[in-house]
């Protein structure tokens, strides 16, 4: 190093802007040219304006750094006015996105004919179990059970499991449900011939056109939980189509949704993974498997339910025999947060890797699973890449798939084992499983989002919205933002009801959440629930979340129940209660099919309607329940939103 006499301008400076003030001072420092500077993982070149390197400096162990090479590397274009004696910084780094006006969307469609959806999805959920919830589980905890099931004999990686404090939560604490649950969940999405296909837990299946109106399929004797659907096809251009389950054998078909027909169970060295497990050999059961067909027609299997996730290739003319030695791809690490099991990812110790699955994007393979809980609101899914090939490779992505912060608020959460399909237009799009959690771990449902490759190559779903928004194949850059230009007008507004059950708060029924609910008085005959916007809006939308309460706790009922209502829509400046005001009522949708026994509804008018008031009136009902409305969103436009 090497003393000098030098001018020393200090300037603070920041992307985002300058603070405090130059000033100059004549000071002996040290010089020191072994100071690297790096930026983005990229060493900086310092150099003066003529192209001459220029050495930090050392000052009572502060360093200085030149001011034009740093002020370039950090966006800043430099001039210096003698006259003056001023440093003139103008930035040129891109505004950040709250300073910048949305994209104008580019519609693929003519946008006044463009479909809309919303989360979670209105889908007939079934029932999923014809046994009696109304009582005390004696172990509640689903979880630790399955997880107790898939024990590993002799493997070391066990200790990171539930399993072993299965017998501690039994009769430590338990579940009191109000009625039998309709659910599904771990969805596994295939996007085919312009037609979309949704396989979920419980051994149903949905089909779509349009993504609005949905075909239901009941695929319960190929299996029950956690599917796996995909298609190859051979040199003759023949598809074949194959599915399995959490544990099931190996299906095949010629249509996607079936007949299927049973291959047999999967097996490794001529043996089934259960005989290899007993004989000792590091290979989990088949649960929460995912079938995975290469560009090339090559197929692999990806299977595990904690403590990680294994893969191996498959003996296309005979699909259900692997052909490569099983090996471990996905574990466990609790050096990211996320990972970890529980509400707010607190047990640094115990983490559950499931619901593995496989796409392939511009020739990266993104293998992906769930983590830390169905059963949580912070239901998240991880993600590793390879660019070298199915099996190998692979490195962690550092950052979740879902954002925490945005899966763990509002009515819609979670956001954990699903899938990501290239769907129209090569657009991506992530479909999750909804966490509701009232009825024990497993009662959940289905949302789906757009998903995309940010700038620094992480899968990501940029949002998880319970916002209407439009249907794929609408917008060219759906993940970019997908959402209508709507609002939710009813969340924590004012309300009239005409009666409400002990311990069933009107308030539920507007507050946000998926696990409460208002329900009218046993003998209220035409109950109605009515909320003010405070304001004039355009009404275009709802979404209802409904909830079926047995009259007879201990009854076993084993159909779905149905709930008749009508929608209407105020327009007036006086009393919205008053039978004098009859005629400002305009009606916006009236359901009276008693067939249609979903729980979850969404409508949208094609002509918004003008009001400061909306009721939702409870026609009818199934004798055998109480009906409960879980949340009530209205959505739409204030009329001097610019």
């Known amino acids: 190093m090497k003393r000098k006499l030098v001018s020393i301008l200090l300037v603070i400076a920041l992307c985002m802007g300058l603070a405090g003030t130059a000033l100059a001072v004549t000071l002996t420092v040290t010089s020191d040219p072994s100071i690297k500077v790096v930026k983005d993982g990229e060493e900086i070149s310092l150099e003066n304006v003529n192209g001459t390197p220029v050495d930090p400096f050392n000052l009572d162990g502060t360093i200085y750094l030149p001011i034009r090479a740093i002020s370039e590397a950090l966006g800043f274009d430099v001039d210096w006015q003698r006259d003056g004696n001023q440093v003139i910084l103008t930035s040129n780094c891109p505004t950040t996105p709250a300073e910048t006006e949305p994209a104008e969307q580019e519609f693929l469609v003519p946008q006044s004919q463009a479909?809309?959806?919303?989360?979670?999805?209105?889908?007939?959920?079934?029932?999923s179990s014809s046994e009696n919830k109304g009582v005390v589980s004696e172990n509640p905890f689903m979880i630790g059970q399955m997880i107790g099931n898939v024990a590993i004999p002799n493997d070391p990686l066990e200790k990171i499991t539930h399993m072993r404090f299965q017998d501690m939560f039994r009769g430590t604490a338990s579940y009191l449900t109000e009625n039998d649950t309709r659910s599904s969940a771990d969805p596994a999405a295939f996007y085919y011939n312009d037609t979309w296909y949704i396989y979920g837990s419980n051994g149903s299946m949905w089909k779509s056109a349009d993504f609005v109106n949905w075909e239901f399929y009941d695929l319960s004797y190929v299996y029950g939980m956690a599917p796996s659907i995909a298609v190859r096809t051979d040199e003759n251009g023949k598809d074949t189509f194959y599915l399995a389950g959490n544990g099931t054998h190996l299906w095949s078909a010629d249509s996607p949704e079936g007949p299927f027909t049973d291959l047999g169970e999967f097996t490794y060295n001529g043996k089934s993974f259960v005989d290899n497990l007993e004989d000792g050999i590091v290979i989990t059961k088949n649960n929460d498997v995912n079938?995975?067909?290469d560009d090339d027609g090559r197929m692999y299997l990806y299977w595990g339910m904690g403590p990680y996730i294994m893969g191996a290739e498959m003996n296309v003319d005979n699909p259900t025999e692997l052909i490569t030695e099983p090996k471990i791809i996905i574990e466990y690490d609790n050096s990211y947060k996320w990972q970890n099991f529980g509400q707010n990812h607190q047990d640094y110790e115990n983490g559950f890797p499931e619901g593995a699955w496989m796409v392939k994007i511009d020739g990266t393979y993104y293998l992906t699973w769930a983590t830390s809980g169905t059963q949580y609101d912070s239901y998240t899914m991880g993600c590793y890449q390879s660019t070298t090939g199915p099996l190998d490779g692979f490195e962690l992505q550092e950052k979740e798939i879902i954002n925490q912060t945005d899966s763990t608020t509002g009515a819609v959460r979670g956001g954990g084992?699903?899938?990501i399909v290239v769907g129209p237009n090569d657009t991506l799009w992530c479909f999750y499983t909804v966490n509701v959690g009232y009825e024990g771990d497993m009662e959940r449902m289905i949302g789906?989002?757009?998903?995309?490759?940010?700038?620094?190559?992480?899968?990501v779903v940029p949002h998880l919205s319970e916002l209407p928004q439009y249907v794929p194949g609408t917008l060219a850059n759906p993940a970019e933002g997908n959402e209508c230009r709507d609002d939710l007008l009813t969340l924590k507004q004012g309300y009239a009801i005409s009666s409400y059950a002990e311990g069933r708060h009107p308030v539920y029924a507007n507050d946000d959440s998926g696990i409460t609910w208002w329900q009218p008085a046993d003998d209220d005959e035409e109950p109605f629930y009515l909320v003010s916007f405070k304001g004039n809006y355009n009404v275009d939308s709802f979404r209802i979340l409904w909830k079926e309460i047995n009259k007879d706790r201990s009854e076993v009922r084993t159909e779905p129940a149905y709930i008749n209502y009508k929608v209407e829509v105020f327009n007036g400046t006086s009393d919205p209660t008053d039978p004098a005001?009859?005629?400002?009522?305009?009606?916006?949708?009236?359901k009276t099919d008693s067939s249609d026994t979903n729980t979850v509804q969404y409508f949208r008018t094609d002509e918004p309607i003008l009001g400061q008031f909306v009721k939702i009136t409870i026609t009818d009902w199934s004798d055998n329940i109480y009906p409960g409305l879980v949340e009530f969103s209205v959505f739409g436009n204030s009329i001097a939103k610019p």
């Open 115 to 127: 479909q809309t959806y919303i989360n979670p999805l209105p889908l007939d959920y079934q029932m």
């Open 291 to 293: 079938i995975f067909v």
């Open 417 to 419: 084992h699903g899938s």
């Open 448 to 459: 789906c989002d757009p998903a995309m490759i940010d700038s620094q190559g992480n899968l």
């Open 581 to 590: 005001n009859a005629d400002c009522w305009t009606t916006l949708y009236e």
